[in-house]
C-alpha cells in the first residue's frame, strides 16, 4: 500500500539565518550574487539576441534614514513562467542546458538570490523577457510570501532588484564603500558597472582587467597594476617594489602579480586573489608556489568550479593545474628578469634572496639564471656566488654556524675564502651551483681544518708536547684532547672543534646531569668510543707560548681550564655544569686578585 505523499516545507526566515551564519563570509556576499546573475543574463541574451551596449548599474536613494540600493542589468529577463519557476523554487536554477554545461554561466539564482535577505526583509524585482512584451513586478517577503503582478517599471528587456536595507546593515552601504565592493567583485567584467549616488554617476570599472590595457610607459603600467592589486587584496600599493603580467599558455587564466618591497619570513604566507570569468571569488594562501610566497598573485580563471557560496574554489584537478601552471609562469618571468632587466634582479634579489635562493637550490634552470648574483656569508664577507665563477675557485663551505663561527677567524687571517653554509637553503643551493657550473666544491669539517693549520717550530716540539699532555690530563674531566698549532690570528687564544658525535656526547652526559627524560633514549647508544672535543691552542698567541714556558705545568690547571671554556663561550657553544662552574671560579679568581693586589 503506498503511502500518503507530502511535501517539504521550507522556514526561509530559518534558511536565511543559516545563509547569513553559515554559508556566506560577510553580509555583502549578495552584491556579488546579483552581479552573477546579471552578467549571467547578459551573456545569454548576447547569444539570442544583438546587445550593443552591457551593462550593469546600482544606484543608493537615501530618503531621510532609509536607504534603498537597486541593482539593474539589461540582460534576458525573465518571462512569468520563469519568475514562478526560478524565483519561488529553493535550489531551482535557470543556468542550465547548453550554456551551462559549456561553462559560460558563473552562478545560478536559487540559493544565491536568497542572500539579498540578508541584508533586506522585503526584496522587489521588476523584468521583462527579450520573449515577451509584458514586464513584470515580483515582490519576496522573509516570512516565504511573494507577488507577482503586471508593470510597467521595467520598459526595455532585463532585471532591475531594489532592496530596502536593514537598520543593522546601514553602515555598510556608504557610497564609497559600496563602491569599493563593486570594484572588488566585479572589477574584471567585460561589462560596464555603473555607480548612482545622487548627481554622481561615474563607471566602476571603465578598462575592466588592467592587463588588457594600452600604457604610455612600463612605470604607468606598474603602478596601476600596483593599485589594483592594493584594491582587491585591500591593503597599500606603497608595500610593492615591482608588477607584472602573465597568461596560461593554454588559455585556461590570465593573471598578474605584485612583488612584495620588503622581506618574509619563510613561514610568512599571503593572500592570493582568484576571479572566475571575471568575478570576484575570494583570496587563497595556497595559489602559488611556496618558494614564491614573496609574490602575490590575482588570477582570472575560466574553468575552476565554484563552492555552494562561491565564496572559495573545490580542491580539484583544475585547480592543482592552475597551481602548476602559476609555478612555472613565475619561474620563467623571474628567470627572464636577470636577462631581460638585470638592474631589477638586482633589486629583488637584494630583498628575497633568501626566498630566491630555495628556488635556486631545487631549480638546475633557476640556479643556472639567478645563483650567480645570489650573496652567501663568507670568511671575507658577504660574497655573490659569480666569485667563484670568475676566479675558478674551489667552493669550501663549513656545514654548520657554528662551526663556521669558530672557523672564520682563522680563514679570514690567512685569505681563505669559506662560505658558511648553516643557513637554510645554503648547502644545497651550493651544491647545486657547483653541479650547474661545473666547480669543484668540498665540505670543510673540524678534522680537515686542524690538517690545514701549521705545527709548532720543531725547535720547541719537547715543550709542546708536555704542554698538550698537561692540558690533556687537565681537561681528560671534559673529554677534551688539546693540540697546539700555529695559525692566524695571532689575537686567538684557541679554538675548540665539537664535531656531530662529540655533541651527541656532550647531550648524552647533560641528560644524566639533569635527569633528563631522555637519558634512557641516550643509555641505549653506546658513547664509550665516541671523542669529545679538540682544543686547538694557538702558538702564535703570547699566553700559548707564556704557558709552554712554566715550569711546573700543574700550577697552569685553572688557565687551561679558562682557555677552554672561553674558546667554547666563543664557538656558541653552551656550558656543561662542570663547565660553568670553572667559568665562575676563573672569575672569582680574577676578582680576588685584583682586591688584594688593592
Same mark, same amino acid.
Given at each position: 500500500?503506498?503511502?500518503?505523499?507530502?511535501?517539504?516545507? @521550507?522556514?526561509?526566515?530559518?534558511?536565511?539565518?543559516?545563509? #547569513?551564519?553559515? !554559508?556566506?563570509?560577510?553580509?555583502?556576499? +549578495?552584491?556579488?550574487? $546579483?552581479?552573477?546573475?546579471? @552578467?549571467?543574463?547578459?551573456?545569454?541574451?548576447?547569444?539570442?539576441?544583438?546587445?550593443?551596449?552591457?551593462?550593469?548599474?546600482? /544606484?543608493?536613494?537615501?530618503?531621510?534614514?532609509?536607504?534603498? +540600493?537597486? +541593482?539593474?542589468?539589461?540582460? %534576458? &529577463?525573465?518571462?512569468? #513562467?520563469?519568475?514562478?519557476?526560478?524565483?519561488?523554487?529553493?535550489?531551482?536554477?535557470?543556468?542550465? &542546458?547548453?550554456?551551462?554545461?559549456?561553462?559560460?554561466?558563473?552562478?545560478?539564482?536559487? @540559493?544565491?538570490? $536568497?542572500?539579498?535577505?540578508?541584508?533586506?526583509? /522585503?526584496?522587489?524585482?521588476?523584468?521583462?523577457? @527579450?520573449?515577451?512584451?509584458?514586464?513584470?513586478?515580483?515582490? &519576496?517577503?522573509?516570512?516565504?510570501?511573494?507577488? !507577482?503582478?503586471?508593470?510597467?517599471?521595467?520598459?526595455?528587456?532585463?532585471?532591475?532588484?531594489?532592496?530596502?536595507?536593514?537598520?543593522?546593515?546601514?553602515?555598510?552601504?556608504?557610497?564609497?564603500?559600496?563602491?569599493?565592493?563593486?570594484?572588488?567583485?566585479?572589477?574584471?567584467?567585460?561589462?560596464?558597472?555603473?555607480? %548612482?549616488?545622487?548627481?554622481? /554617476?561615474?563607471?566602476?570599472?571603465?578598462?575592466?582587467?588592467?592587463?588588457?590595457?594600452?600604457?604610455?610607459?612600463? #612605470?604607468?603600467?606598474?603602478? /596601476?597594476?600596483?593599485?589594483?592589486?592594493?584594491?582587491?587584496?585591500?591593503?597599500?600599493?606603497?608595500?610593492?617594489?615591482?608588477?607584472?603580467?602573465?597568461?596560461?599558455p593554454d588559455g585556461q587564466y590570465e593573471a598578474m602579480a605584485v612583488v612584495l618591497n620588503h622581506p618574509l619570513s619563510s613561514n610568512a604566507r599571503l593572500n592570493n586573489a582568484v576571479y572566475l570569468k571575471g568575478m570576484f571569488i575570494n583570496e587563497l594562501e595556497d595559489l602559488s608556489p611556496d618558494w614564491a610566497f614573496f609574490i602575490q598573485v590575482i588570477v582570472n580563471a575560466r574553468n575552476l568550479t565554484p563552492t555552494a557560496s562561491r565564496e572559495g574554489v573545490r580542491e580539484d584537478e583544475q585547480l592543482l593545474t592552475m597551481r602548476e601552471s602559476i609555478d612555472k609562469q613565475l619561474r620563467h618571468w623571474l628567470i627572464n628578469l636577470v636577462n631581460e632587466q638585470p638592474e631589477l634582479a638586482e633589486l629583488l634579489i637584494s630583498i628575497h634572496h633568501a626566498n630566491i635562493r630555495h628556488l635556486a637550490a631545487d631549480d638546475e634552470g633557476a640556479c643556472q639564471a639567478l645563483g650567480a648574483l645570489l650573496p652567501v656569508e663568507t670568511s671575507m664577507g658577504v660574497r655573490k656566488l659569480k666569485h667563484f665563477i670568475d676566479n675558478k675557485e674551489e667552493i669550501t663551505y663549513v656545514p654548520s654556524v657554528d662551526e663556521f663561527r669558530q672557523f672564520r677567524p682563522v680563514a679570514s687571517a690567512e685569505n681563505n675564502l669559506v662560505v658558511n653554509a648553516g643557513y637554510q637553503d645554503v648547502e644545497p643551493l651550493l651544491k647545486m651551483f657547483a653541479y650547474v657550473h661545473k666547480l669543484p666544491i668540498r665540505a670543510l669539517t673540524g678534522a680537515d681544518f686542524s690538517q690545514d693549520l701549521g705545527e709548532a717550530p720543531l725547535d720547541d716540539q719537547d715543550r709542546v708536547s708536555e704542554l698538550e699532555a698537561a692540558c690533556n690530563r687537565i681537561l681528560s674531566p671534559f673529554s677534551v684532547s688539546a693540540e697546539v698549532r700555529d695559525f692566524q690570528p695571532s689575537s686567538l687564544t684557541a679554538l675548540v672543534y665539537v664535531d656531530e658525535r662529540a655533541w651527541q656526547k656532550r647531550q648524552h652526559e647533560a641528560s644524566q646531569e639533569e635527569g633528563s627524560a631522555f637519558s634512557g633514549l641516550f643509555n641505549a647508544f653506546d658513547m664509550s668510543s665516541v671523542t669529545g672535543a679538540r682544543l686547538l691552542l694557538n702558538w702564535q698567541h703570547d699566553l700559548i707560548k707564556r704557558l709552554i714556558k712554566v715550569e711546573n705545568f700543574d700550577a697552569i690547571e685553572l688557565p687551561v681550564k679558562m682557555i677552554y671554556v672561553q674558546s667554547m663561550l666563543q664557538g656558541h657553544h653552551p656550558l656543561s655544569e662542570d663547565e660553568n662552574k670553572v667559568l665562575d671560579q676563573g672569575i672569582s679568581t680574577l676578582i680576588e686578585t685584583l682586591l688584594d693586589d688593592n
Open positions: 500500500m503506498a503511502g500518503e505523499e507530502h511535501a517539504f516545507k @521550507v522556514d526561509l526566515a530559518g534558511l536565511i539565518h543559516l545563509l #547569513s551564519d553559515h !554559508l556566506y563570509e560577510q553580509p555583502m556576499a +549578495f552584491l556579488r550574487e $546579483l552581479m552573477q546573475n546579471a @552578467v549571467d543574463a547578459i551573456t545569454t541574451r548576447q547569444f539570442q539576441d544583438v546587445l550593443d551596449d552591457p551593462k550593469i548599474t546600482c /544606484e543608493l536613494i537615501f530618503n531621510g534614514d532609509q536607504v534603498v +540600493f537597486t +541593482f539593474a542589468d539589461n540582460g %534576458i &529577463g525573465l518571462t512569468e #513562467s520563469q519568475i514562478h519557476e526560478f524565483l519561488a523554487t529553493i535550489a531551482k536554477s535557470s543556468k542550465r &542546458g547548453d550554456l551551462a554545461e559549456g561553462g559560460a554561466f558563473i552562478g545560478q539564482f536559487g @540559493v544565491g538570490f $536568497l542572500s539579498c535577505f540578508i541584508v533586506a526583509d /522585503e526584496v522587489r524585482l521588476f523584468t521583462k523577457s @527579450v520573449q515577451s512584451d509584458q514586464a513584470y513586478a515580483w515582490t &519576496g517577503y522573509i516570512d516565504g510570501r511573494y507577488e !507577482l503582478v503586471p508593470s510597467d517599471y521595467q520598459k526595455d528587456a532585463g532585471t532591475t532588484v531594489h532592496l530596502t536595507i536593514k537598520n543593522d546593515y546601514l553602515e555598510l552601504f556608504d557610497p564609497e564603500v559600496v563602491g569599493e565592493w563593486i570594484l572588488r567583485y566585479g572589477g574584471l567584467l567585460p561589462f560596464k558597472i555603473y555607480m %548612482i549616488s545622487g548627481d554622481d /554617476e561615474r563607471c566602476m570599472n571603465p578598462d575592466g582587467a588592467p592587463w588588457n590595457k594600452q600604457y604610455a610607459n612600463a #612605470s604607468d603600467q606598474r603602478d /596601476e597594476y600596483m593599485q589594483f592589486a592594493a584594491t582587491v587584496l585591500d591593503t597599500s600599493a606603497d608595500r610593492y617594489a615591482m608588477a607584472f603580467d602573465f597568461r596560461d
